[in-house]
């Protein structure tokens, strides 16, 4: 099966980049040459590699991962990501799926209101919000099945929405299926903080005021933010800033605009907290690193 779905994806992506497929938020993208991990922004998705590896790093824990497992982000996360051993022998090649925050809530509470739906454990701890997960039957045949609509413009715009759907159930019932539907079912207070979060980051938003957002204590928030995380709130704000701030950088942007965008007042302050991260100053790493290329 996977070898079926390398075969279909790479007679339709032959040059680096990133190809869209014509299904919403899907799209397939390849690598040939190395690139070291650099900060990035996980928004909520589904990464899957076909032949070589892609490495993630978040606080200091790498995940390294290639067609044995995908990965699946199930909230906005600051990370620094990489294809470190790509090469035109050894090419990263892969499939990139946003997942639709509206389709997998409605499927993860229809999952939870059903009967026979599996629960989720009784437990108080917060699954992770990024995790490797194997590839079983039922989300091969339902990746197969999606990525068979470009063969046709009428079924893709027919079928698309429905065999995403079908993909989207397969990562909520597998390996991830814990993470999935604790971040977009019933319970899921901690993936609504990071949303505010992420959506309010030129703004000084306070523990208390996220607490209060999703009718936690101040401790009790704290805890299960950094369980899912891996990271305490204050640390996800500030790692969120700097990484948006360095991939505008690395997108073309002055210092001083990006730091602005992220909300910073002061460009001294922002300074100083990138290079305490990065162990750079910005202006010493957009010359080291040029206009970084980052694919999922």
């Not at 993630?56 to 699946?72: M, Q, T, V």
């Not at 108080?124 to 063969?151: I, K, V, Y």
Request: glycine share 6%.
């Amino acid at each position: 099966m996977k070898q079926r779905i390398k075969q279909l994806v790479e007679s339709r992506i032959t040059e680096d980049g990133m190809v869209e497929t014509g299904i919403k938020g899907v799209s397939l993208f390849r690598v040939t040459h190395s690139m070291p991990c650099a900060p990035a922004v996980y928004e909520p998705t589904v990464v899957v590699i076909l032949s070589g590896k892609k490495e993630a790093i978040l606080d200091g824990d790498h995940y390294i991962y290639d067609n044995s497992h995908y990965l699946c982000c199930t909230v906005s996360l600051p990370v620094e990501a990489g294809t470190p051993e790509a090469s035109p022998e050894d090419p990263l090649l892969g499939v990139y799926i946003s997942l639709d925050t509206k389709v997998m809530t409605e499927l993860a509470i229809e999952m939870e209101s059903t009967a026979r739906a599996i629960k989720l454990p009784k437990s108080s701890s917060q699954p992770p919000g990024m995790s490797l997960a194997n590839w079983d039957s039922t989300f091969s045949d339902a990746l197969l099945r999606l990525l068979q609509l470009g063969e046709s413009n009428t079924d893709t715009a027919i079928l698309g929405e429905s065999r995403l759907r079908e993909l989207y159930y397969a990562v909520l019932k597998g390996d991830a299926g814990i993470s999935a539907r604790r971040a977009f079912g019933i319970g899921n207070e901690i993936a609504k903080s990071i949303e505010y979060l992420s959506l309010n980051l030129s703004k000084n938003v306070t523990i208390d005021e996220l607490a209060s957002l999703v009718g936690m204590s101040r401790a009790v928030f704290h805890r299960k933010f950094k369980q899912a995380t891996r990271i305490s709130p204050i640390q996800f704000m500030k790692s969120m800033r700097l990484n948006k701030a360095a991939m505008k950088i690395a997108a073309g942007m002055t210092v001083n605009e990006a730091a602005m965008a992220v909300g910073y007042v002061s460009s001294s302050q922002f300074s100083r907290e990138f290079k305490r991260m990065y162990g750079q100053s910005p202006k010493q790493w957009s010359q080291s690193k040029g206009l970084i290329e980052n694919i999922a």
